[in-house]
């Protein structure tokens, strides 16, 4: 009768223990599918084929960064409140680095995230780890002169 229980209580974990990790799956695909899409319409999703287009002109910080990246899901909304500020003056961007390989590999990314500030087309700025809205917004009034 004891090795009924036994069986029953193993059965009952391995059942509980996959509907966890279902969940947690289920979580971690649909938030990363969630970043995709920024929650300020004023961020422009760079891609391996507008790239170039978007920062050749002006000042233009990039956001690179992945779906599977805890720190940049800390990232992100920072990203999204410059942009609700700075879209008149500057481009700001986001790039997938999962889903454009050939910009993050030309630029050496590394590390995500990597905030990248281009005038004109040209680096003006490297920053990798999370940055704050406050250095993020100098580092662009300096570009902007």
Avoid at 118 to 129: E, H, Q, T
């Amino acid at each position: 009768m004891d090795l009924i229980y036994a069986s029953w209580g193993n059965t009952v974990g391995l059942v509980v223990a996959g509907a966890l990790i279902a969940y947690f799956l289920y979580n971690f695909i649909t938030t990363g599918k969630k970043l995709n899409k920024p929650a300020s319409p004023n961020v422009k999703i760079l891609t391996d084929s507008n790239f170039e287009e978007t920062v050749g002109t002006g000042v233009s910080l990039v956001d690179f960064w992945a779906a599977w990246c805890q720190p940049c899901r800390v990232q992100g909304p920072i990203v999204d409140e410059l942009a609700n500020e700075m879209h008149s003056k500057a481009n700001i961007c986001k790039l997938n680095i999962d889903e454009n390989k050939k910009i993050a590999t030309k630029l050496g990314i590394r590390s995500i995230p990597t905030m990248m500030l281009f005038k004109n087309g040209r680096i003006a700025g490297k920053f990798v780890g999370v940055q704050s809205k406050h250095f993020l917004m100098n580092e662009l009034n300096k570009q902007l002169g």
